[in-house]
Each structure stands twice: as structure tokens, then as C-alpha cells.
């Protein structure tokens, strides 16, 4: 029996290409949906619990392989408008490389499956196109509290003891997904914890409220977690949680409302999340409206002035923004710099930015843009995810039509981003 996941899974993997026409006109409201990069951890930590609610669910292929990754470790997942439910037990703790290669928040069910039952064997996700993506500070958490971790055939196997040999553990780097497998590991372990050089980004301060209503304590002091766990067994039940607003999904749209907005106006998001992002935008001339702390309203401006963007871990500016950011720039009125510092080749955008008349040079971790008058549109393929994003964007602006191959990327972190594009007037459509 097909499940509905694999259904849905099935109709998003069947298109290929999304074609966009300039846009001139991009007004009205369109409301951000759930953060996926909050829900995919909340989806691991589902395992911790007999019943899950997820409200403001995000229907996109990552979060529909975490689904099926559930449904396959043996859960009851049922899909509801804006939001799913979890129930059953854990009858597997093994993760096929079919799905964990699909995307690399399966690497957050390493974490789920340990704090749920203390054994997981997790085929390593892989790198993607941005990075090789190691895994190197998550395995050493785990060997560090005493986990026996074994790397076998492609797989992460690991084992927890009953308790900690240590009750307390530094980063060497700040990693997202690497501190929310340590939180979801520890919220099984009985005691106290002090998780040091973490990552502060607000998916994984969501995470620290919903293990809170599971009933662990968790103090945040600077990037230090102060974690005590009353062990798996004495964890809640049941319960249930709201996704948070995707920062990255706004962040978007307010760059398309800075291009093109007459006005546009962004609901349903965050303020408090975008703070370098708002800044950034105000520097290159735009200026967004803080209608009240989840509205923005954005008009389109004349010429983008020229900036210097630096990506660093939250709050500094995001590096999912980055290749947004740039597909604005190349119409900026002069040179703008942008230094990725945190993914090692996640500057693949620039090169089909170029196919429609951008003028990027990529020199090591910096990235060149010579602001141009115009861009054309033409036939560009997406490379990874933000990727996308940014030739969607720069598709909405460029002069004619702009057809953005392997949409696959698309799709995996953007719910109907077409659909929501044709509702602010735009020409887009998936085929
Ligand atoms: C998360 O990836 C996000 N994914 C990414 O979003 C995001 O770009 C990234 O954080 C940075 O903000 C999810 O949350 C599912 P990291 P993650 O571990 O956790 C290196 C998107 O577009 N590193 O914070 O994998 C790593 O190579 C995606 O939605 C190690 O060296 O990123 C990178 O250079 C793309 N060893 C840096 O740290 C490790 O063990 C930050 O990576 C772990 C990471």
C-alpha cells in the first residue's frame, strides 16, 4: 500500500523545471509557512514520545522523507491540513541509505532514535553540492559520552551506554544539526549535561521548548546549554507543538519584494528572527516595514545599492541567505562583496547567474559582483536548494522568460513557492 507520504513524495519528484516571466507588478500578502529546518528536528524528537502534534507542518520533500523515515521505523504518521500527527511505537532503528541520502536533516534521526532508545544505524547522509558536509563533531559527542560508534558499509552505528562517561562537552565548531542530535540524545539520558560552543539558530532553540514540554530543564547561557534530563522513561507522553515561521522561506520573499514589490507585504513571519537580515536590506536601500512583529511590508527599490555580506552562524547574516542576496546584487548600483564562511562551495549560483547576464568572480570564499542594468532571462539549472531560490528570483527580474531546471532542489525546502509567486501576480509554473 502506497502511504500518502510516498504519494505526495511521488507527485512533487515527477516535475522538472519551473518557468518564470519578469514579474514587474509583484504586490499583494503572502504568508511564510513552517520553518522546515525547525520541523525536521521536531520530526526526530517525535521519536521520544508515544503521540506527536505538529501544527504549521510545512508540506515540502524534506519534510515528507522525514515522514516516510518515521513511517519506515515503524510509526503511524497521518497528514492533516497544516499539520501532522505521530503515534505507535519504534519497531526498527535502522535508516536505509535510500532515504537518508535524499536529504541531510535524515542525520537528525541519528539523535531522535538514540534519546528514544538508545541504539540507531543511520546510513551516512552524504555530502551535497555546498559542502562535504562532515559529521565529524557528532560522532565526537557521542564517543565522548561513551556511545560505541561504529562506521561500517556506509553506516553510523552507534550504541549508548546507560549512562554518560562525561557531563559535559565543547564544540570545536558551531554546528546546527550537530547540536540538535546532542539535545535529542541527551533528552534519553537520566542527569545533568553542559553542551558548550552551541548553535543558537532559533530551529534549535525551538527544539529546546518542545524538549522542555517533554520535561527536560534547559538553560541557555550565551552558546552554553545547561541540559537535565529526567531520563526516557519519565518524558511526557503526549504532546504537541507549533513550527515556528521559516526565517529563510521571509527572507526570500523580501528580497522578491525588494526587486519587485508594489508593495509586498510578508505574514506569518518573525521579526525577531531576521534582525541581519532586515539590516541588510536597509543598507542596500530597500526599506522594509515592520508592520508588527510577524508583518513586513517591502517596496520594490529603484537600483540596490552595493554591499559587503559576511555569513556567519545565528545572528549573524545567514548563509541560507547568501545565495539570495546575490541574485539581488547583481543588479546593484556598483561592486558588492560577499564572503561565505561557512560552507565550502556554496557559490554554485554564481555561474548560472551569469547565463542571464550577472557578473560574478568567485575567488575562494569570496564571491565578486559588478552590479549590471539588466539581466536576460535564459534556460539555468538549480544546483542546490538556496540555489534555487536565487534563480527564481533573479528569473521574477530578468527581462523575458526564465526557465530553472532541476526544480527537485526547489521543491525539497520551499512549499508552493509557484503557487504563492501567482498569487502576488507573477508568471510561474512547474512542469
Ligand atoms: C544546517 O545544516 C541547515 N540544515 C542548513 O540549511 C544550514 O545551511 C546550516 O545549518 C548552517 O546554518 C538543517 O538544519 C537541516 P552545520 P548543518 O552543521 O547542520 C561544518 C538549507 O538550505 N561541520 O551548522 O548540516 C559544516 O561542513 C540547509 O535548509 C563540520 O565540519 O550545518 C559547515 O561548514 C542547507 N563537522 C559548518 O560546519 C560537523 O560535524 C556548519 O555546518 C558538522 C558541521
Redesign the pocket.
Known amino acids: 500500500m502506497v502511504s500518502v507520504v510516498e504519494e505526495l513524495v511521488g507527485r512533487r519528484k515527477g516535475y522538472r523545471f519551473l518557468r518564470v516571466r519578469r514579474c514587474d507588478g509583484l504586490k499583494g500578502e503572502v504568508r511564510v509557512s513552517g520553518a522546515?529546518?525547525a520541523a525536521?528536528?521536531l520530526l526526530a524528537a517525535s521519536l521520544l514520545v508515544e503521540r506527536f502534534e505538529l501544527e504549521n507542518f510545512p508540506v515540502l520533500l524534506?519534510t515528507l522523507y522525514a515522514l516516510r523515515i518515521l513511517e519506515l521505523l515503524g510509526r503511524e504518521v497521518e497528514l492533516l491540513p497544516g499539520r501532522v500527527s505521530v503515534k505507535g511505537g519504534i519497531s526498527s532503528v535502522r535508516i536505509p541509505y535510500e532515504i537518508s541520502s535524499l536529504?541531510?536533516?535524515s542525520?537528525?534521526f541519528l539523535g531522535g532514535l538514540l534519546g528514544a532508545v538508545g541504539r540507531a544505524e543511520v546510513a551516512h547522509p552524504g555530502g551535497?553540492a555546498?559542502?562535504?558536509?562532515?559529521?565529524?563533531?557528532?560522532?565526537?559527542f557521542l564517543s565522548h559520552i561513551g556511545a560505541e560508534v561504529e562506521l561500517e558499509g556506509g553506516f553510523v552505528k552507534v550504541k549508548l551506554p546507560p549512562e554518560p562517561k562525561a557531563r559535559a562537552f565543547t564544540f570545536?565548531?558551531?554546528?546546527?544539526?550537530?547540536?540538535?542530535n546532542a539535545l535529542l540524545t541527551l533528552a534519553g539520558l537520566r542527569g545533568e549535561f553542559e553542551l558548550h560552543n552551541a548553535?543558537l539558530?532559533p530551529?534549535v532553540l525551538d527544539l529546546v521548548e518542545f524538549l522542555k514540554k517533554l520535561g527536560l530543564e534547559v538553560e541557555v547561557k550565551g552558546r552554553s546549554f545547561l541540559v537535565r534530563s529526567p531520563g526516557r522513561e519519565n518524558l511526557k507522553r503526549e504532546v504537541s507543538h507549533r513550527t515556528i515561521p521559516d526565517r529563510?522561506e521571509a527572507g526570500t520573499f523580501l528580497v522578491a519584494g525588494a526587486l519587485l514589490g508594489e508593495p509586498l507585504t510578508v505574514k506569518g513571519l518573525e521579526v525577531s528572527h531576521l534582525g541581519a537580515v532586515l539590516e541588510k536590506l536597509r543598507e542596500a536601500g530597500a526599506e522594509p516595514e515592520v508592520l508588527s512583529p510577524s508583518e513586513v511590508r517591502i517596496r520594490r527599490v529603484e537600483r540596490p545599492r552595493a554591499l559587503e555580506v559576511q555569513t556567519a552562524?545565528?545572528p549573524g547574516f545567514?548563509?541560507?541567505m547568501q545565495a539570495q542576496f546575490m541574485a539581488m546584487l547583481t543588479l546593484a548600483d556598483g561592486v558588492s562583496l560577499i564572503v561565505e564562511n561557512?560552507?565550502?562551495n556554496r557559490f554554485q549560483h554564481a555561474l548560472e547567474l551569469a547565463r542571464l547576464g550577472a557578473s560574478v568572480e568567485v575567488r575562494g570564499k569570496t564571491a565578486i559582483v559588478r552590479g549590471v542594468e539588466r539581466l536576460k532571462g535564459a534556460p539555468v539549472n538549480a544546483t542546490?536548494?538556496?540555489a534555487s531560490a536565487a534563480l527564481v528570483l533573479a528569473g521574477l527580474v530578468a527581462e523575458g522568460e526564465t526557465v530553472v531546471g532541476k526544480i527537485g532542489h526547489l521543491l525539497r525546502?520551499y512549499e508552493d513557492l509557484d503557487g504563492k509567486l501567482r498569487r502576488l501576480g507573477c508568471d510561474a509554473e512547474l512542469f
Open positions: 522546515k529546518n525536521l528536528p524534506d536529504f541531510r536533516g542525520l537528525l551535497c555546498i559542502g562535504s558536509r562532515p559529521i565529524d563533531q557528532h560522532l565526537k570545536d565548531l558551531i554546528t546546527v544539526t550537530g547540536t540538535e548553535a539558530e530551529e529563510i552562524p545565528y545567514p548563509t541560507d561557512i560552507f565550502e542546490d536548494l538556496r525546502g
